[in-house]
């Protein structure tokens, strides 16, 4: 169970994240309905209480419904695995914090705020109070997933947007969006109106609600229950694929609620056409309102998040590292995320300010994970890239100065970044000569010395492109 916890928990906050707070999570010991996990120090325990006790609780429950409790607190745990060995509580001294703990370090707000729960219809659905549209920043990539859902969170059920289905890839807002959705449509009751009731749940969740309503007999109250809202989401509608029983419960949930002329909101990873593995007919009824997809990320939407994030926190991070860190973490946002946040966590530690060189340090081993290594082809994008002229250039003849020393810029990358001979390298380059490799390292070199700006505009470069 506990392994299972720890992936599932892995595979959801991320890789950045879990490395970076829950690497150390390990077992304490399980004693009826209460289980015990441990971290090596106060920081870490509350940190993990205050981010992750909610989720942690959940995930045990869905593994195990005896747990009612997960307690989190100091200590040093048992090899994790070790099944039933663990004895009751080993909790050492609190005391064996490490300077992390020191009072006063302030846990920055770019993680903020997850203390107060709020529960929606008392089903335990927890609504993230970071996820609402205030905090969503539109750029080309999601900007029409965004308009629909603020769309229906306006007006649930208007013509033409009944089901809205978004869909898009891991980590690039589904769930954010379906919370604005709910959030906004739980508090903007319009006056005189009654409220609006919102059930929101994982499609995991819905499937752990049911098969638990059957174990219960129960199930014409679980029914009774979803289909008196007036809106009902489902995130990662995907983990419905391969289980059939829960897939037919929630069509005919989802029929009896179009029928009655309520809202429903699904975000899925794929297109309804491409879920291959739901039912035909779901797909179809999913299909026939809105869909809108969150395409993947632009630099510009990644630097628009971090600036964001990084003024939220109300940390000061200078803008190469954050042109840095959306060049180099290009695939999810919740991993941006959680690289600027270990970055500005590490910064408020250590009482250190943000530099490239503390980021490249802090954040080696992320950097490491999303790095191959660097062909010529790619230096010669990212430098045709930075210095706004045509890739073509990089092999053409002409030798105008804007052309001509971007080009130098990127040969001489290459001979640094990659293991090429110069007459390789020429060849790359329009069939230049070997001599005009050397000369263009030299040049480069030798213009760094003398100009600063120069010289911080190639290491930048050679930082994005380095492995
Ligand atoms: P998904 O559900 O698509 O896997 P999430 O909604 O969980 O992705 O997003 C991952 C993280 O990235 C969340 O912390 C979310 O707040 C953040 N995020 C995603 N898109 C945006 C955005 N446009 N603006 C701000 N934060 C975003
Ligand atoms: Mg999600």
Redesign the pocket.
């Known amino acids: 169970e506990w392994s299972r916890v720890r992936t599932r928990l892995q595979n959801e906050v991320g890789e950045v994240e879990y490395r970076t707070w829950l690497r150390q999570l390990s077992l304490g010991g399980a004693d009826g309905d209460e289980v015990t996990v441990l971290l090596p120090t106060r920081f870490l325990r509350d940190w993990v209480r205050s981010h992750y006790g909610d989720r942690l609780s959940a995930l045990w429950q869905s593994e195990n419904n005896r747990v009612r409790r997960v307690d989190i607190r100091v200590g040093q745990g048992v090899q994790p695995l070790a099944p039933s060995v663990a004895p009751p509580h080993s909790t050492a001294p609190a005391d064996i914090t490490a300077l992390t703990d020191n009072a006063g370090v302030a846990i920055p707000s770019a993680v903020d705020g997850l203390d107060d729960k709020n529960e929606g219809r008392g089903d335990g659905i927890v609504l993230?109070p970071?996820?609402t549209f205030d905090?969503?920043?539109?750029?080309k990539p999601?900007e029409f997933a965004?308009a629909c859902a603020s769309r229906v969170a306006d007006q649930p059920s208007s013509p033409g947007f009944n089901p809205l289905f978004l869909y898009?890839?891991?980590?690039?807002?589904?769930?954010?969006?379906?919370?604005a959705v709910a959030w906004k449509l739980q508090t903007s009751r319009r006056a005189g109106a009654p409220a609006v009731s919102v059930a929101y749940m994982s499609a995991e969740k819905f499937m752990y609600k049911f098969i638990a309503a059957i174990r219960n007999q129960s199930t014409i109250e679980f029914k009774d229950n979803l289909r008196s809202v007036d809106v009902l989401m489902i995130?990662?509608l995907q983990f419905l694929i391969g289980k059939d029983n829960t897939q037919e419960e929630f069509f005919h949930t989802f029929n009896a609620l179009v029928d009655a002329g309520k809202q429903i909101v699904v975000?899925a990873d794929k297109s309804p056409s491409d879920l291959s593995g739901l039912e035909d007919r779901l797909r179809t009824r999913l299909g026939c309102g809105m869909v809108a997809d969150?395409h993947a990320t632009t630099f510009e939407?990644r630097i628009s998040?971090l600036e964001?994030?990084a003024a939220k926190a109300s940390v000061s991070v200078p803008p190469r590292v954050l042109e840095f860190l959306a060049h180099k973490i290009t695939s999810?946002?919740?991993e941006?995320?959680g690289a600027l946040n270990r970055l500005v966590a590490h910064s408020a530690l250590f009482q250190r300010p943000i530099t490239l060189e503390t980021t490249q340090e802090v954040l080696h081993d992320i950097l490491r994970a999303h790095d191959r290594r660097v062909t010529i082809e790619e230096i010669q994008r990212k430098v045709a890239e930075h210095y706004n002229i045509r890739l073509t250039d990089m092999a053409s003849a002409r030798r105008a100065r804007n052309v001509a020393r971007p080009r130098q810029v990127a040969m001489f990358l290459a001979k640094q970044l990659t293991s090429r001979s110069l007459p390789e390298i020429g060849r790359k380059f329009g069939n230049r000569d070997h001599t005009t490799v050397m000369h263009a390292v030299s040049r480069v070199s030798g213009l760094m010395e003398g100009d600063s700006a120069f010289a911080e505009d190639v290491e930048l470069l050679r930082r994005m492109l380095e492995s």
């Open positions: 993230d970071r996820y905090t969503f920043v539109v750029g999601n965004f898009g890839g891991v980590g690039l807002g589904k769930t954010h969006l379906m919370h995130d990662d975000s969150l939407l998040i964001a994030k999810n946002i919740r941006l995320e």
